[in-house]
């Protein structure tokens, strides 16, 4: 199938090698007029030929289809990002939201690099002959190869909660870290360690128990790994539509069943019984480590805990939410000893191919040459193409939808978004509901939730929005009371609501509503962002213009 798509692409090459003048590589070729009622779906595509990515291509070159049925391209874009900026050059965003403000721009790539901290040393039967300072080398080489002014990224191990999720383009912190991995794998606190203080029960003692205890602690790590990959997914597909990629280092991401063997072997557990405040007692109200009811609560989680399900739900979630997975073993090539050595190595490796697979990422394993190995990732992530298309479904049931791409001259599948979420009915009607007549004239006074907004253009404080589809925009309202419901949405100049998402995200600590979106779907004209906020029963709508030129 590969050489086929070979075949077609070099025919598409050598057709657009003819042409005399072929259009800007990042500048839109065209743009939609978005309409009310319907759903703007934005795909990013990568046909390939010997791993980089197909110059010079058209829309009509492509056709795109949903659930099996052909979509009309609307808008077509050409990004490409084949210059390393220093990072003297480079500017990190100003905080948390801003990062994510800047990645719902389609033109800045998004990647995440997650190190898992504890089975980077070990995988399961066999054991790594590579620690993670071997992988340090190549992944700073792999920030020095890739970034450029618009990319975004961020660094997460398995010690980090996706709270920590930061965006940001400059390295210096990030090298550090990565050249810290070592100790801080061997040293910083492990949320594991204090199943050290529980027992096995009085049948199980010594080494025995130590082992039982060993693999509970294995479980217990799995078990926040899937987590915080889960999270992770979840946080990166609320971000935006086009592909946000995740680079996973990792010798083993595990898939084992439950074992109530564990169970067995340390057989019931009686509540200790004591005196507290004078008064006999049985049990404790306790949860710390060490309490036999904690310890008793993690055997049973741990010992029961199926990780398969969790692995077939993560691939689930990153096709539906577009993120693409580029696992990387830092163990490199393998010399497991026995049967069950062997066969735990080609299970491991399998898993990767499969995630990356199904993710359309690329797999870095048995290989002791991980620069290469990077070096794979990062071409593949040189360029793209944006397609995007009206849905003509409109069944807007929150379903999941199907998309391929494919390219005319002989109708083969190329890489490309797999998928993507539904609106629901009521998240169309609130962007489709018209515009409510006279509202200034009949607001109640009672209604008055927010306060005067503050808008920043660029990260810089404006009182009026005259932009380009480049530029960043953030609108801040202070809540002046409780809400019970809050719509933010984008009008065009005659007031009919634009299929454009309006991010809007809660800042509790302040008591502000924040507003984003991306300008770069829209064309020159003048539009309005609407914000309704409700409170019992009243609404208070505010309008903020805006310009695009």
Not at 397 to 402: L, S
């Amino acid at each position: 199938m590969r050489r086929a798509v070979a075949v077609v692409i070099a025919t598409l090459l050598s057709v657009h090698a003819a042409a005399t003048q072929g259009p800007p590589v990042t500048q839109a070729q065209q743009r939609p007029v978005f309409r009310g009622g319907t759903h703007f779906v934005r795909v990013d595509a990568y046909p390939l030929q010997d791993g980089k990515i197909v110059e010079g291509l058209e829309a009509k070159d492509f056709e795109v289809f949903e659930d099996g049925k052909p979509q009309a391209i609307e808008s077509f874009d050409f990004v490409k990002f084949d210059t390393f900026t220093p990072d003297a050059e480079r500017r990190d965003p100003a905080n948390q939201q801003e990062g994510f403000d800047l990645a719902t721009d389609p033109r800045n790539r998004v990647f995440v690099i997650y190190v898992d901290m504890a089975f980077s040393q070990s995988a399961g039967a066999f054991k790594s002959t590579v620690s993670l300072n071997q992988i340090a080398e190549p992944l700073a080489g792999f920030l020095d190869r890739i970034l450029t002014p618009t990319d975004l990224y961020a660094f997460l191990t398995s010690r980090n909660s996706v709270k920590d999720l930061v965006l940001q383009r400059k390295t210096t912190v990030t090298r550090e870290q990565i050249s810290d991995m070592w100790r801080s794998a061997h040293i910083d606190k492990d949320d594991a360690d204090p199943l050290y203080q529980c027992g096995c029960g009085p049948k199980i003692q010594g080494a025995a128990c130590d082992a039982i205890i060993d693999e509970l602690k294995a479980r217990y790590r799995a078990d926040m790994t899937y987590t915080n990959l889960d999270e992770l997914v979840s946080q990166l597909g609320t971000i935006r539509q086009e592909r946000k990629s995740v680079i996973l280092v990792t010798d083993l991401l595990p898939r084992w069943g439950p074992n109530p063997k564990i169970l067995e072997l340390r057989g019931p557990a009686l509540p200790p019984i004591g005196v507290a405040n004078g008064r006999p007692t049985i049990g404790t109200r306790q949860t710390g480590a060490g309490d036999e009811s904690y310890c008793a609560t993690e055997f049973q989680r741990l010992a029961l805990l199926d990780l398969e399900p969790r692995f077939r739900e993560l691939l689930r979630e990153a096709r539906k939410r577009n993120v693409s997975f580029y696992p990387i073993t830092p163990g490199g090539l393998q010399a497991p000893v026995g049967l069950p050595g062997i066969r735990a190595a080609q299970r491991a490796t399998d898993d990767f191919r499969s995630l990356a697979d199904e993710t359309d990422g690329i797999a870095v394993v048995n290989t002791n040459d991980l620069t290469t190995g990077i070096k794979r990732i990062a071409d593949d992530l040189a360029a793209y193409y944006v397609l995007g298309y009206y849905t003509t479904n409109t069944k807007f049931d929150g379903g999941i939808r199907n998309i391929k791409v494919k390219l005319k001259a002989g109708g083969k599948d190329i890489r490309a978004r797999r998928q993507y979420v539904a609106p629901t009915e009521a998240e169309i009607a609130a962007l489709a509901a018209p515009k409510p007549a006279a509202a200034s004239a009949a607001r109640d006074p009672r209604a008055v939730f927010l306060g005067e907004p503050t808008i920043l253009l660029n990260g810089q404080a404006t009182r009026s929005l005259v932009c380009t589809r480049t530029d960043r925009v953030r609108i801040e309202f202070p809540k002046l009371s409780p809400l019970d419901g809050r719509v933010a949405r984008l009008l065009d100049a005659r007031g009919q609501p634009l299929a454009v998402p309006v991010n809007v995200a809660d800042d509790e600590p302040r008591a502000r509503l924040i507003l984003t979106l991306s300008l770069a779907p829209l064309t020159r004209g003048s539009y309005s962002i609407e914000l309704t906020a409700t409170a019992s029963g009243l609404s208070d709508r505010r309008l903020v213009p805006m310009q695009v030129q």
